[in-house]
């Protein structure tokens, strides 16, 4: 594509250097400065969100200005006992990793055979996965209420963790086909006259090939499966059993005009901390994943 | 599944038409690997939309298995429900908004970031422009229902900071002022929540796609004089218009859902119905008065809302020449 003339072309300075970098300057002063509003915008919310955290509802109400008069940690063990986000929070633990474990494993079957097998229906199940992806949930989650009733699913963990899967299936199936689909034939060749048998080939051969797109995917599963706020909140109704996203929803409305703020907000800090900082430790890797799994 | 199932589909065409011999491996491979997950997938995700659609024609409260087929009148009612064509009408809202908005200020930002740097020389984006994209990340990985919960609190009347940062550079006139409960405001209000949970990560995909472009051609357009905000208008855009298209099906999509922020910020619907958005109407429907039958009625409408949706951007992305002539990304 580049022959050799472009490049001399391009060695040539662009016109009128002078004037041009007092003028950059300016123009990358300008987007700093919108580019710092903008970070403002997005990080003091949080840090109000923290100090309000070890304030006394008395000081939350008073002025949301001020900087607590000490540092209630009181709060957050309010939070994680009373309040039950404790238990929220393992209940989330449980379901998101059982969830995302089971849906990279299927996924990523399902997505190795519809890849890299031809037979009758392969196209009609890939498609119908893709019809699966753009469907709205609301539409299912009535019916979905019925099944899970009948199956006795309705309420429970299990239940949740396999409702997660399947909702998370055809997205994760989608993502790795191309991946499955990009890997050469001639390995999967070599591994049967290796004597590897089909299971074989794909534990010990492909699905180690597969890792980095297995890696994306299970990044932004993990934050839809965190996230997921619909279908706990019509699937899951005993209070037991309740993850994170609903306990917060129901913490803030149903304590009405008595909620313990500063427990609130302590709520708030336990759910989005641990997230934030596993993110700034990968963020890298995270970012890459948006690039490669992202809009094409 | 068919037993004539041959392995490498992918590819290489020269190995595939071979008939592998039924083994014990082979077979249960295919059970397992195919038959499971698409077990899951039909129980929990096709049925219930086939069921949706049966559902909807019928009156069905849910609790009794008493069941009549009464055909359209679900649909019939639904267009004379008010407060659900309202809840349509702010859904339409959100779809036109909050794409725009986001779209608008991700490109902008993403820019910036991405071309914003030196006038001269090489086009490239700014410095220390990582810490930016860190930071507007933020809030994708924050859930939404917490998203909402924050921003509820800034801004409660008497003790959100939003107000009390007002009163305190002199706007007197915003103390104690509902920004949630004033049907004025309600919307705009929940709009900007909706947009600032969703810009960080189109941004983030919209630098992706810029670094993704040759850099000779911003070269080629740098010689030929064009300033920065030439490049962007005249070069970036059309050149990561399919990217684009995608994030405004996207966010589309996200803002006809819009339940999970909506529920953080006014449960109730906000103020004269202000906020109420089909889910909210549709999950009240159902699982408040148990109107199984007509809740599902709802998910019809918004699920061919959102399509309608999908099959309007498509088009007007065509109509207006979409598919530029696209230079060809050298990796």
């Known amino acids: 594509m580049t022959t050799t003339i472009d490049r001399v072309e391009l060695a040539t300075p662009s016109p009128s250097p002078g004037k041009g970098s007092r003028e950059g300057k300016g123009v990358a002063t300008t987007a700093h400065i919108a580019l710092i509003l903008w970070s403002l915008l997005v990080i003091l919310p949080l840090v109000w969100t923290v100090l309000s955290s070890f304030k006394s509802t008395q000081e939350v109400l008073g002025n949301p200005l001020a900087l607590p008069g000490k540092l209630r940690f009181g709060n957050y063990a309010t939070a994680w006992t009373t309040a039950g986000i404790g238990r929220y929070f393992t209940n989330t633990v449980i379901v998101v990793t059982s969830a995302l474990v089971l849906v990279m494993i299927l996924g990523a079957m399902c997505a190795y055979v519809l890849a890299r097998f031809t037979f009758r229906g392969n196209r009609l199940i890939y498609y119908s996965m893709l019809a699966g992806l753009t469907f709205p949930v609301f539409l299912a989650i009535v019916p979905l209420f019925f099944?899970?009733?009948?199956?006795?699913?309705?309420?429970?963990?299990?239940?949740?963790?396999?409702?997660?899967?399947?909702?998370?299936?055809?997205?994760?199936?989608?993502?790795?086909?191309?991946?499955?689909?990009?890997?050469?034939?001639?390995?999967?060749?070599?591994?049967?006259?290796?004597?590897?048998?089909?299971?074989?080939?794909?534990?010990?051969?492909?699905?180690?090939?597969?890792?980095?797109?297995?890696?994306?995917?299970?990044?932004?599963?993990?934050?839809?499966?965190?996230?997921?706020?619909?279908?706990?909140?019509?699937?899951?109704?005993?209070?037991?059993?309740?993850?994170?996203?609903?306990?917060?929803?129901?913490?803030?409305?149903?304590?009405?005009y008595a909620v313990d703020f500063g427990a609130l907000f302590a709520a708030v800090v336990i759910t989005v901390a641990p997230v934030l900082v596993v993110y700034i430790i990968f963020q890298r890797q995270l970012q890459v994943s948006v690039t490669a799994g992202g809009v094409k | 599944m068919t037993p004539d199932v041959v392995p490498g589909g992918g590819p290489k065409r020269s190995a595939v038409r071979r008939r592998r011999p039924l083994t014990f491996d082979r077979v249960s491979f295919m059970v397992v690997f195919l038959g499971l997950p698409l077990a899951v997938f039909v129980i929990f995700v096709v049925s219930p939309f086939v069921q949706a659609l049966w559902y909807s024609l019928t009156d069905w409260s849910g609790f009794s298995s008493k069941m009549n087929f009464v055909g359209f009148d679900n649909y019939v009612k639904l267009f004379h429900d008010d407060i659900f064509l309202k809840a349509v009408r702010n859904n339409v809202e959100l779809a036109i908004?909050?794409?725009?908005?986001?779209?608008?200020?991700?490109?902008?930002?993403?820019?910036?970031?991405?071309?914003?740097?030196?006038?001269?020389?090489?086009?490239?984006?700014?410095?220390?422009?990582?810490?930016?994209?860190?930071?507007?990340?933020?809030?994708?990985v924050i859930p939404a229902i917490v998203i909402g919960l924050i921003w509820a609190q800034v801004f409660t009347p008497s003790s959100g900071v939003l107000d009390a940062l007002l009163s305190k550079i002199g706007l007197h006139q915003f103390e104690n002022y509902a920004w949630l409960g004033d049907a004025r405001t309600a919307m705009p209000v929940s709009m900007f929540v909706m947009i600032w949970g969703f810009v960080g990560f189109y941004m983030v995909l919209f630098i992706a796609a810029i670094r993704g472009i040759d850099p000779e051609v911003f070269e080629a357009a740098r010689i030929d004089g064009a300033g920065r905000f030439r490049t962007a208008t005249y070069l970036t855009l059309p050149l990561i218009r399919d990217n684009v298209q995608t994030a405004y099906i996207y966010l589309g999509i996200a803002a006809l859902d819009a339940f999970v922020y909506m529920q953080a910020l006014n449960p109730g619907g906000g103020p004269q119905n202000s906020?109420?958005?089909?889910?909210?109407?549709?999950?009240?429907?159902?699982?408040?008065?148990?109107?199984?039958?007509?809740?599902?009625?709802?998910?019809?409408?918004?699920a061919a809302v959102t399509m309608l949706f999908a099959l309007l951007v498509f088009t007007v992305n065509a109509l207006t020449g979409g598919r530029a002539p696209r230079v060809k990304v050298g990796r």
Do not use: C
């Not at chain 1, 006795?152 to 499955?180: C, E, Q, R």
């Not at chain 1, 996230?227 to 409305?253: E, I, K």
């Not at chain 2, 993403?110 to 030196?118: F, H, K, Q, R, Y």
């Open chain 2, 97 to 140: 908004f909050v794409p725009i908005v986001t779209i608008v200020l991700a490109l902008t930002l993403a820019t910036l970031v991405t071309i914003g740097g030196s006038g001269t020389g090489t086009v490239r984006g700014l410095r220390n422009s990582g810490f930016y994209r860190i930071v507007s990340f933020f809030p994708y």
């Open chain 2, 275 to 302: 906020t109420l958005v089909m889910p909210q109407q549709l999950f009240t429907t159902a699982f408040a008065k148990g109107q199984f039958g007509y809740s599902t009625a709802m998910g019809v409408v918004l």
């Open chain 1, 147 to 256: 099944v899970l009733k009948n199956l006795s699913l309705l309420n429970t963990l299990p239940g949740l963790i396999i409702t997660y899967v399947a909702f998370a299936l055809p997205f994760t199936v989608f993502f790795l086909h191309s991946f499955f689909k990009a890997l050469p034939g001639e390995i999967y060749e070599a591994a049967q006259i290796d004597g590897a048998g089909e299971w074989r080939t794909f534990f010990s051969v492909m699905l180690p090939m597969a890792r980095p797109g297995m890696a994306s995917v299970a990044i932004f599963n993990f934050l839809g499966l965190w996230n997921q706020f619909l279908l706990p909140v019509a699937l899951n109704t005993n209070s037991d059993n309740y993850v994170l996203s609903q306990g917060m929803a129901s913490f803030a409305s149903q304590a009405g």
